[in-house]
């Protein structure tokens, strides 16, 4: 199974730049890297997908080395509104089933 | 809103009792995934659809919890003589088949069982 590691919480303060850290240690060749957000009583939310380098949108960008080993969310300039549950779920091939861990909980403090 | 959308949004039951759940997934979208979420927890996968077809079934699903999507459209997860450890939150998604890790979540169904 594709399980990912990351840690359960991070603080920060408004108009900070917030990078989360994913371990993606069994991925698959082709498997995709995804984070998706939550807001209490809410379904996820697709942020953004890549598969290496740099993705960037609207939202977030996303960096992935190389060997794929892992990936960094980054979200520019937080503000109150970001405080929410971040997801990095593996993923299980051609099903498209995401499996997902605990995710990071980001307090965006004033 | 031309979203996922899932109804009821919130249902309280008792124990022994059946519910059904519905989701309306974006209409373009050929597959479609329900999942369970518990207090603190990451969503857990239950069952995935592709059109009209069920291609996957969680091995955690027991044989109390069955799923539709008659002729590809929306679909309906049943839950048979609830058991207050069903208490969760129903989630389904939609994506469509190239961009499978992509998906769309519904605000969901919150069960209760008392």
Redesign the interface.
């Known amino acids: 199974l594709a399980k990912t590691t990351q840690p359960i919480s991070m603080d920060s303060y408004e108009g900070q730049e917030v990078n989360i850290t994913c371990s993606h240690n069994n991925i698959a060749t082709n498997d995709y890297i995804t984070w998706y957000q939550q807001f209490p009583s809410q379904g996820p939310r697709f942020i953004i997908q890549g598969y290496k380098t740099k993705v960037t949108n609207e939202v977030a960008s996303l960096f992935i080395p190389a060997d794929r080993k892992s990936s960094t969310l980054s979200l520019p300039r937080v503000s109150l509104s970001d405080t929410a549950v971040y997801y990095c779920p593996g993923g299980s091939g051609n099903t498209g089933k995401l499996i997902f861990g605990q995710g990071t909980t980001l307090q965006v403090k004033p | 809103d031309t979203g996922?959308s899932q109804d009821p949004r919130h249902k309280i039951t008792k124990r022994g009792q059946n519910v059904t759940f519905r989701c309306d997934p974006i209409s373009e979208h050929n597959?479609l995934?329900w999942?369970r979420q518990t207090l603190?927890?990451?969503?857990?996968?239950l069952t995935?659809f592709q059109n009209e077809a069920q291609?996957?079934k969680s091995r955690l699903l027991s044989d109390r919890f069955s799923a539709e999507r008659p002729k590809g459209s929306f679909s309906t997860l049943e839950i048979q003589r609830t058991e207050q450890g069903d208490s969760a939150?129903y989630?389904?998604?939609s994506?469509l088949?190239g961009?499978?890790?992509?998906?769309?979540?519904?605000?969901?169904t919150?069960l209760t069982v008392t």
């Open positions: 996922v597959r995934y999942y603190g927890q990451g969503p857990e996968f995935y291609l996957e939150m989630l389904c998604a994506s088949r961009s499978s890790y992509e998906q769309y979540f519904g605000p969901g919150r």
